[in-house]
């Protein structure tokens, strides 16, 4: 195998050429020539030679450089991480999902739609490693030892080198975005990569990669506990006895434009200021519409104890309308960190129900309602396992409820949604940007009773736990704690006061157990 260099003519850039390949129609038996031939071909000296643009991955097997395998490819993207097969044939079969792509830059684009739908080409080429090199490189090494004599790319045929590929720098195509102290947080250019021999590197330095995604079959056949598994425990949570986790020293929120590229000295738990579209004068993606059941069981979830709580958000994606519809909360009756029980409740409730898994809540108890460093983390890793393996655009939405922060206005809790902006592709190690969502409120006409029976089983699940909030204990003058959480679900209660003495019963469960 000819030996490669740690540069290719193409370097970095994404060539126009190298996204085309092949024009459709084209013979490739006429387009590729025979081994050892020097590639020529009949013709005029512009046909002598086999451009860049026609060596395919089927030229690359032929001639020695490249062997069929599996697990030989792979795509390093704002900290995601993509396997593929080589076939024999010159196709690329994903690992995730078994899908075959004819070329790498179909197999790079669709991949990098997943984690920035507004990504318009994939520079596969570029982006593309076959054994940790970079594709590029082996079409360089082909074109060395067979068309030894031939100038450098921008000499050939006495035209200019072609352009670099522009691929949008984040969520909306076109757009470069100036906040706050930053002139910008992207400009045009193709993403640093991730390979291999940087992963363990990243981590020494605090950087440590994004869990990739969990090698699944077919969409469709994709297991449930365990795409939910991986959302029953928010990135980062202290694991420690629960008596350990109780209130802490205030955190004070930091500007996103001050974050800079991830640091190993910034704590993970850094709460970081969310930023609205509106600021930058732009539309939000997709449409949200919560039920007011989903919030009052949430925010009673998560006045029930001094540490976090985590759950699930079941609803509808309708893409016809690009509105994502919230219906229901599934609290996890389990301790953080036990995400095997967490998925197998899950997966027995919400699925059975014919609901969607479309997004997750947790609870900072006596902080405010901000994402955390590692929150964003997580947000970003949950997006791109919800969008799973389809073409699609599919949002993924997080909730953060702060019951008892005085920061609040009122005794009402605050809940917050946040979608997670992948980082400037040239920046790939920045934090996402948190984006504030705004949504629309559904009011109940009647609480469920699957809302009651959840509300009595966290009552029981907590019962006699040492950081369960002690609710005869005065949270404010004039306030005990269970004056705090009746204030907060009120406005959250359908006006129908069928259910109140069901309300009060489960009030004076609540006294007993603390």
């Keep these: 195998m000819a030996a490669l260099v740690a540069t290719s003519p193409g370097g970095d850039e994404c060539l126009e050429e190298d996204e085309d390949e092949l024009e459709p129609g084209l013979d490739e038996a006429e387009a590729e020539p025979e081994a050892g031939s020097g590639a020529k071909v009949a013709g005029d000296t512009r046909g002598a030679v086999l451009t860049r643009r026609g060596i395919t991955l089927r030229v690359l097997l032929r001639d020695g450089l490249l062997e069929p395998a599996r697990g030989v490819l792979s795509i390093y993207y704002l900290g995601k991480k993509f396997v593929g097969d080589l076939g024999a044939d010159g196709t690329i079969t994903w690992q995730e999902t078994g899908q075959v792509f004819n070329s790498p830059s179909a197999w790079a684009t669709h991949c990098k739609r997943l984690v920035n739908p507004a990504k318009k080409s994939g520079c596969g080429w570029a982006s593309v490693r076959y054994k940790g090199q970079k594709l590029d490189q082996y079409k360089a090494a082909w074109l060395r030892k067979h068309q030894p004599n031939v100038p450098p790319a921008e000499e050939v045929g006495g035209l200019p080198p ?20 930053r002139q910008s947080l992207a400009s045009e250019g193709e993403e640093e990569e991730m390979p291999e021999d940087e992963e363990e590197e990243a981590t020494r330095e605090g950087r440590a990669p994004v869990p990739e995604l969990a090698v699944t079959k077919k969409p469709e056949e994709r297991s449930k506990k365990q795409q939910c598994k991986s959302l029953a425990e928010p990135a980062g949570t202290d694991h420690g006895p629960p008596a350990k986790r109780l209130e802490s020293k ?10 800079g590229t991830r640091d190993s000295a910034r704590s993970p738990q ?5 930023t609205s579209f509106a600021a930058i004068n732009k539309f939000q993606p997709f449409n949200v519409a919560i039920s007011s059941n989903v919030l009052l069981l949430l925010d009673f979830h998560s006045h029930l104890t001094r540490s976090e709580v985590v759950g699930y958000l079941g609803g509808r994606w309708d893409t016809n309308t690009q509105l994502l519809t919230v219906l229901r909360a599934f609290p996890c009756r389990t301790r953080l960190g036990d995400a095997e ?3 197998a409740v899950e997966e027995e409730s919400l699925f059975l129900r014919g609901l969607s898994l479309v997004g997750w809540y947790h609870s900072h108890p ?11 983390d997580a947000q970003m890793d949950y997006q791109l396992k919800l969008q799973g393996s389809g073409n699609g655009f599919q949002p993924c939405l997080a909730l953060i409820c702060g019951p008892y922060y005085h920061g609040n206005p009122g005794v009402e809790s605050k809940i917050a949604p946040f979608w997670v902006m992948p980082p400037p592709e040239q920046r790939p190690n920045d934090y996402g940007i948190p984006m504030d969502v705004e949504v629309a409120y559904i009011q109940d006409g009647f609480l469920t009773n699957d809302v009651l029976q959840e509300m009595t089983l966290l009552v029981e699940f907590y019962k006699g736990a040492p950081d369960l909030v002690k609710f005869q204990e005065l949270w404010s003058q004039d306030q005990t704690y269970l004056d705090k959480l009746k204030g907060s679900l009120a406005s959250r209660t359908p006006k129908d006061q069928s259910f109140t003495h069901v309300l009060e019963q489960i009030y004076s469960l609540l006294k007993l157990s603390s």
């Design 162 to 181: 072609p352009a670099p590929c522009q691929g949008p720098p984040v969520w909306v195509a076109g757009w470069v975005p100036a906040l706050c102290c």
């Design 250 to 259: 205030p955190r004070v929120p930091v500007r996103y434009c001050t974050l």
């Design 270 to 274: 850094t709460l970081v200021e969310v």
């Design 341 to 343: 029980a967490a998925g």
């Design 366 to 376: 006596f902080g405010p309602a901000l994402p955390s460093l590692h929150d964003i």
